[in-house]
């Protein structure tokens, strides 16, 4: 499972004291949680948090006064929710420890000792999250269960479930067959009873072969008999199932005059065949997957699944014509097939990509074959149509074995390391080796340090600007900077793609020095072209440890002739409070320059206003969470107007970003925000051109 800046911790935390829950919550933050706390004052609080608000944990404080832990306890139990509580003491005995599981608290965590807290709340929040899923699953398989039911009523073809030679199960095409008017008559009626008797004895051996677990034949024929006695040619095609949590056979059985005019090796190629490349078809390909999957994990040995793709599909589409394309796949499927050995498995697994499976290949022998893959096409000239092109591919794999013998699990890491290799380029290969994982992650990361100390070198970093609309006043023209990486292709690379490994090694303050040095440059240009342009960046907290980014800006400012008014520097809530005397001296050394700060992901934290007493931020920006269903959302909108009354108070500006409809713009407006940002106004791009 997924945690971290991506998926925030929904925490509830019942304390009396304020500055404590908010060292807390500040700790979480500082080990990477992106965390959602609420705080209630009272039991009536509490109520109406447990009632309107969804949360994943709470910690209570065993000596909380405002909201007793016994008060707490009964009003979980109440709520009818799945809600971990986690209690938190200065100090445990045995008798605490009796009284908390007593009091049904799930777990503890110790108060002055911040990594036991951390790993105490991850923990319940990691089962709470694996309670979620596994309901979400069983409903899920339950409608699975319905809807399967549904199809085989539905079917035209004689479907039955057989359990120990005993029907459990058949649709009403089956029932129709034999003269049934209702399977309450079929039930329990051994299928040997539906077999002519000229083929029973074969099909009993049939029968018990299938008893003592061996495979069934793909196809079996025999003459079957109906209620009055009439015979007719027949075959039966076998399916290993479950039903109702029993093992058993599903056995579809058609009349053989139905498939007359094709030989069963036709038939079967018919149906496991790609009409468009000739290659395996997805759905066998997934049959022969499944059963190598089955034989590693049972016997162990090592294979490797490859999902291939050629890189730039759409773009070749447009030069070669629509209407070509299958030519061009046929000849992606004959470069595939002229390249791989005798033994290997090849299909075309979706629209235009490939799936390769070769058993016996350890990581060495499986990373040879996928160069030899991308040398093969990177060689070679494909024909398709009236054009012959060049086409490369990338390569996403996993090397198969006990660690990873789930047949979701390895095509979900097949696809993350093929989308991976895509979005770097192109023409590369990514395999996962789960028996090398630490070596293969090393590589990775390593392979993206570079990237970015390239970037950083080489200016391959660029900017895309987004407007911020005025909701009062006379509009000024003002635009926030997203930093974007271009790859070895020229294509556009994501930040959460980069960013969280470039501060794991060091480099987020060399880019924030791009990033403000290039935001100062292009103002510069603006205003060279008629145009009083303001510009907002993000910094992170890295650049507020000594005063390198404050003499970078006042060099950049000095070189481009530039006021720094212009320029708005932006530090996240949650990291001027955990890094409040550096802030305090980075925003007083800026304004001596002109520079503006302001606050993003504002309100986030369970006192934001007591965080400007001691930071003189000149603009906030409302967390986007705020903006989640706006309309609907009555806590939010008071929440909002709420934050904008305190701000326009104290003479702060304030911004809402993620505007998604013209309700929230109303809704912004009404409350006094005064400036809305969002693809509903203007999306992100390389331009400057939106008309204020």
Same mark, same amino acid.
């Given at each position: 499972?997924?945690?971290?800046?991506?998926?925030? *911790?929904?925490?509830?935390? #019942?304390?009396?004291?304020?500055?404590?829950?908010?060292?807390?919550?500040?700790?979480?933050?500082?080990?990477?949680?992106?965390?959602?706390?609420?705080?209630?004052?009272?039991?009536?609080?509490?109520?109406? *948090?447990?009632?309107?608000?969804?949360?994943?944990?709470?910690?209570?404080?065993?000596?909380?006064?405002?909201?007793?832990?016994?008060?707490?306890?009964?009003?979980?139990?109440?709520?009818? /929710?799945?809600?971990?509580?986690?209690?938190?003491?200065?100090?445990?005995?045995?008798?605490?420890?009796?009284?908390? =599981?007593?009091?049904?608290?799930?777990?503890?965590?110790?108060?002055?000792?911040?990594?036991?807290?951390?790993?105490?709340?991850?923990? &319940?929040?990691?089962?709470?999250?694996?309670?979620?899923?596994?309901?979400?699953? &069983?409903?899920?398989?339950?409608?699975?269960?319905?809807?399967?039911?549904?199809?085989?009523?539905?079917?035209?073809?004689?479907?039955?479930?057989?359990?120990?030679?005993?029907?459990?199960?058949?649709?009403?095409?089956?029932?129709?067959?034999?003269?049934?008017?209702? @399977?309450?008559?079929?039930?329990?009626?051994?299928?040997?009873?539906?077999?002519?008797?000229?083929?029973?004895? !074969?099909?009993? =051996?049939?029968?018990?072969?299938?008893?003592?677990?061996?495979?069934?034949?793909?196809?079996?024929?025999?003459?079957?008999?109906?209620?009055?006695?009439?015979?007719?040619?027949?075959?039966?095609? @076998?399916?290993?199932?479950?039903?109702?949590?029993?093992?058993?056979?599903?056995?579809?059985?058609? /009349?053989?005059?139905?498939?007359?005019?094709?030989?069963?090796?036709?038939?079967?190629?018919?149906?496991?065949?790609?009409?468009?490349?000739?290659? %395996?078809?997805?759905?066998?390909?997934?049959?022969?997957?499944?059963?190598?999957?089955?034989?590693?994990?049972?016997?162990?040995?090592?294979?490797?699944?490859?999902?291939?793709?050629?890189?730039?599909?759409?773009?070749? %589409?447009?030069?070669?014509?629509?209407?070509?394309?299958?030519?061009?796949?046929?000849?992606?499927?004959?470069?595939?097939?002229?390249?791989?050995?005798?033994?290997?498995?090849?299909?075309?697994?979706?629209?235009?990509?490939?799936?390769?499976?070769?058993?016996?290949?350890?990581?060495?022998?499986?990373?040879?074959?996928?160069?030899?893959?991308?040398?093969?096409?990177?060689?070679?000239?494909?024909?398709?149509?009236?054009?012959?092109?060049?086409?490369?591919?990338?390569?996403?794999?996993?090397?198969?074995?006990?660690?990873?013998?789930?047949?979701?699990?390895?095509?979900?890491?097949?696809?993350?390391?093929?989308?991976?290799?895509?979005?770097?380029?192109?023409?590369?290969?990514?395999?996962?080796?789960?028996?090398?994982?630490?070596?293969?992650?090393?590589?990775? #990361?390593?392979?993206?340090?570079?990237?970015?100390?390239?970037?950083?070198?080489?200016?391959?970093?660029?900017?895309?600007?987004?407007?911020?609309?005025?909701?009062?006043?006379?509009?000024?023209?003002?635009?926030?900077?997203?930093?974007?990486?271009?790859?070895?292709?020229?294509?556009?690379?994501?930040?959460?793609?980069?960013?969280?490994? !470039?501060?794991?090694?060091?480099?987020?303050?060399?880019?924030?020095?791009?990033?403000? $040095?290039?935001?100062?440059?292009?103002?510069?240009?603006? !205003? /060279?072209?008629?145009?009083?342009?303001?510009?907002?960046?993000?910094?992170?907290?890295?650049?507020?440890?000594?005063?390198?980014?404050? /003499?970078?800006?006042?060099?950049?400012?000095?070189?481009?002739?530039?006021?720094?008014?212009?320029?708005?520097?932006?530090?996240?809530?949650?990291?001027?409070?955990?890094?409040?005397?550096?802030?305090?001296?980075?925003?007083?050394?800026?304004?001596?320059?002109?520079?503006?700060?302001? *606050?993003?992901?504002?309100?986030?934290?369970?006192?934001?206003?007591?965080?400007?007493?001691?930071?003189?931020? !000149?603009?906030?920006?409302?967390?986007?969470?705020?903006?989640?269903?706006?309309?609907?959302?009555?806590?939010?909108?008071?929440?909002?107007?709420?934050?904008?009354?305190?701000?326009?108070?104290?003479?702060?500006?304030?911004?809402?970003?993620?505007?998604?409809?013209?309700?929230?713009?109303?809704?912004?407006?009404? =409350? $006094?925000?005064?400036?809305?940002?969002?693809?509903?106004?203007?999306?992100?791009?390389?331009?400057?051109?939106?008309?204020?």
């Amino acid at each position: 499972m997924q945690f971290g800046k991506d998926v925030p *911790l929904r925490l509830l935390v #019942v304390d009396d004291s304020v500055e404590d829950a908010e060292a807390i919550v500040n700790g979480l933050r500082n080990r990477g949680i992106a965390v959602r706390p609420g705080r209630p004052e009272d039991v009536d609080a509490l109520q109406d *948090l447990l009632g309107n608000q969804s949360w994943d944990v709470i910690l209570a404080a065993h000596d909380a006064r405002t909201v007793p832990l016994d008060t707490l306890m009964q009003h979980v139990d109440a709520s009818g /929710k799945d809600l971990p509580v986690v209690v938190l003491h200065d100090d445990v005995d045995s008798a605490r420890l009796v009284a908390n =599981a007593a009091s049904g608290a799930r777990g503890f965590g110790l108060r002055g000792q911040p990594e036991h807290l951390h790993d105490c709340l991850v923990r &319940e929040w990691t089962d709470l999250r694996a309670r979620r899923a596994l309901r979400k699953l &069983e409903a899920h398989v339950r409608e699975t269960d319905r809807r399967c039911d549904a199809l085989i009523e539905s079917s035209r073809d004689p479907i039955a479930y057989i359990h120990e030679g005993m029907h459990i199960r058949a649709n009403s095409a089956y029932l129709e067959m034999f003269g049934f008017e209702d @399977f309450d008559e079929i039930e329990g009626m051994s299928l040997l009873d539906m077999v002519a008797s000229q083929d029973v004895d !074969a099909f009993r =051996a049939l029968l018990k072969a299938l008893s003592k677990g061996e495979a069934p034949p793909e196809r079996y024929k025999l003459t079957a008999q109906n209620l009055d006695g009439d015979t007719f040619p027949a075959v039966m095609e @076998f399916t290993a199932a479950t039903y109702e949590g029993e093992a058993c056979q599903q056995v579809v059985l058609r /009349k053989q005059d139905l498939n007359a005019g094709m030989s069963d090796e036709e038939r079967r190629h018919l149906l496991e065949t790609d009409q468009a490349t000739g290659l %395996l078809n997805r759905q066998t390909f997934l049959k022969r997957l499944e059963d190598s999957v089955a034989d590693v994990a049972e016997h162990a040995g090592q294979q490797v699944l490859l999902l291939i793709e050629p890189d730039h599909y759409n773009r070749m %589409l447009q030069d070669i014509g629509l209407d070509a394309s299958d030519e061009l796949l046929a000849a992606c499927a004959e470069r595939l097939r002229a390249s791989l050995a005798e033994g290997d498995i090849v299909a075309r697994f979706s629209d235009h990509q490939f799936a390769v499976l070769r058993r016996g290949s350890d990581h060495a022998a499986s990373m040879a074959l996928a160069e030899s893959l991308l040398k093969a096409f990177a060689d070679a000239v494909l024909t398709a149509g009236h054009r012959s092109l060049n086409a490369t591919v990338t390569i996403g794999g996993v090397q198969i074995g006990q660690k990873i013998a789930n047949v979701s699990s390895i095509l979900g890491k097949a696809n993350q390391g093929l989308q991976s290799a895509m979005g770097v380029g192109g023409n590369r290969v990514e395999l996962f080796d789960p028996g090398a994982a630490d070596r293969a992650e090393l590589e990775r #990361v390593q392979a993206w340090v570079d990237r970015i100390r390239d970037a950083i070198d080489n200016d391959r970093f660029l900017m895309h600007y987004q407007p911020l609309v005025s909701l009062h006043g006379e509009p000024l023209e003002m635009y926030e900077a997203y930093l974007r990486l271009l790859n070895e292709n020229g294509e556009l690379v994501q930040p959460m793609t980069f960013l969280q490994i !470039a501060e794991e090694h060091g480099l987020l303050w060399e880019i924030d020095r791009w990033v403000v $040095g290039r935001a100062i440059a292009v103002i510069a240009e603006r !205003a /060279k072209a008629g145009h009083d342009t303001t510009v907002l960046v993000k910094i992170t907290e890295m650049s507020l440890q000594d005063d390198t980014l404050v /003499k970078h800006i006042t060099e950049q400012l000095a070189r481009h002739g530039i006021d720094g008014k212009r320029l708005v520097v932006q530090l996240p809530e949650s990291k001027v409070s955990t890094h409040l005397r550096a802030a305090q001296g980075f925003q007083a050394d800026v304004a001596k320059l002109g520079v503006r700060v302001g *606050l993003e992901q504002f309100g986030s934290g369970l006192n934001p206003f007591q965080l400007l007493n001691h930071f003189d931020a !000149a603009m906030i920006k409302l967390d986007r969470a705020f903006m989640e269903d706006l309309g609907s959302n009555p806590d939010n909108q008071a929440k909002i107007r709420e934050i904008a009354e305190n701000a326009r108070t104290s003479g702060k500006q304030t911004i809402a970003e993620f505007v998604q409809d013209a309700a929230s713009m109303s809704i912004l407006f009404g =409350a $006094g925000i005064d400036y809305a940002q969002g693809h509903f106004l203007a999306p992100a791009s390389p331009e400057m051109d939106y008309e204020f």
